[in-house]
């Protein structure tokens, strides 16, 4: 199943939300990417969907580690939303909470996130 | 702000999930609610983009708590997708884990959920 299509969501260890904040953080990166995969890229959108539109969620240390995985997926042409929380509750305005990434095809979004470790 | 813009979408207390899996959970809810607003209710959709794409994710007791509110949202034409895991990993396959409402204008919305506290 490695070539299945997927949606990665990159979260944060360092970053101390609740579960219900969280979830709403990752909703955010998941409605952007797939809709602009939706418009970019209709092949990768319509086979993702078809599939079960596969969703993982993965972790990295630290804010730091979002660079790079972002500009690798934008170098592969895979949908790539940095969210910023907009500050209403738990965090201060403007913190980078989660990375989202994809739709795409697993072989090509594991050369960005294969070696991250799920959530 | 009552009349804002926003999706909301219910968990279920009684379903131990890891914060990872229910993040998944409520992203699936999420994209499938943006999508089928998106095309069922342009104007609506539109908005809440707009308005920065409000996202709430509440808490009801259990599964039979999310029916009735599916019913009402589907009566009042707010977009409402029960979500069926796929039972990869934590849980049995079709069990219910969230349910997604909207986006809808705030005073809408708050017909449906409006009692039910924040996870």
Redesign the interface.
């Known amino acids: 199943m490695d070539f299945e299509y997927k949606?990665v969501?990159v979260?944060r260890g360092n970053l101390d939300l609740?579960?219900?904040?969280?979830?709403?953080?990752?909703?955010?990166?998941?409605?952007a990417c797939?809709?602009s995969t939706?418009k970019n890229n209709s092949k990768w959108f319509n086979k993702w969907q078809n599939e079960?539109?596969k969703?993982?969620?993965?972790?990295v240390e630290c804010i730091e580690d979002f660079f790079p995985l972002k500009e690798k997926a934008e170098q592969l042409k895979i949908a790539a939303y940095l969210i910023e929380d907009?500050g209403h509750t738990e965090i201060p305005a403007g913190t980078k909470t989660v990375l989202g990434l994809g739709p795409a095809p697993g072989n090509i979004i594991d050369q960005v996130t294969g070696d991250l470790p799920?959530?």
Chains 1, 2 share one sequence.
């Open positions: 949606m969501i979260t609740s579960p219900g904040k969280l979830a709403a953080q990752v909703a955010h990166a998941a409605v797939a809709l939706k079960g539109a969703k993982i969620v993965v972790k907009a799920i959530l």
